[in-house]
T-cell receptor, first 113, second 110 residues
């Protein structure tokens, strides 16, 4: 089954404790992206990647890191989480040709206390 | 100024009604346009892409007006199952960044 998976789905952590949210897709998509969704603000792009070893900042990259060492994986790293990073996070992937339809993972609900 | 703006609603309509949503975008260089559907904090799913000539998929019709920089979605014969939040999405040239509107909530009532 074609899908994007994210882990963990739910996470409660404390300020300053490094964490990683994993994202994996099995569709051989070149493009992958991370978004955060906050009430009234919609989805905002954090980082994106056009292919292996190619990453770039979205609109809200502060406090986040990413890496793309393999085509299928695109982890999101919070080196020192803060309460303002409490949010719902979505990973997405897409081909870079054709319809550009993005397939989204199920989301990770992160709470930083 | 937000890149993409939508009326948050909610739009409360009876079954069978026709409802239309608009969305405006600020960057005239925007290249690709989409409507996504999102159910209750679940992941967004593509409803339809929006083409310059307009396009239709069953009860759904999408239009693009580049001169006025807006996109519309028309839903005919609304079903209870159409209740969701509809997200307008634009993509900048070179296929790098995507901008999402904050969504328009639709409630279809019996």
């Amino acid at each position: 089954e074609a899908q994007v998976t994210q882990n963990p789905r739910y996470l409660i952590t404390v300020t300053g404790k490094k964490l990683t949210v994993t994202c994996s897709q099995n569709m051989n998509h070149e493009y992958m992206s991370w978004y955060r969704q906050d009430p009234g603000l919609g989805l905002r792009q954090i980082y994106y990647s056009m292919n292996v070893e190619v990453t770039d900042k979205g609109d809200v990259p502060e406090g986040y890191k990413v890496s793309r060492k393999e085509k299928r994986n695109f982890p999101l790293i919070l080196e020192s989480p803060s309460p303002n990073q409490t949010s719902l996070y979505f990973c997405a992937s897409s081909l870079i040709e054709g319809t550009y339809e993005q397939y989204f993972g199920p989301g990770t609900r992160l709470t930083v206390t | 100024r937000k890149e993409v703006e939508q009326d948050p609603g909610p739009f409360n309509v009876p079954e069978g009604a026709t409802v239309a949503f608009n969305c405006t975008y600020s960057n005239s260089a925007s290249q690709s346009f989409f409507w996504y559907r999102q159910d209750c904090r679940k992941e967004p799913k593509l409803l339809m892409s929006v083409y310059s000539s307009g396009n239709e998929d069953g009860r759904f019709t999408a239009q693009l007006n580049r001169a006025s920089q807006y996109i519309s979605l028309l839903i005919r014969d609304s079903k209870l199952s159409d209740s969701a939040t509809y997200l307008c999405v634009v993509n900048l040239p070179n296929f790098n960044k995507f901008y999402f509107g904050s969504g328009t909530k639709l409630n279809v009532k019996p």
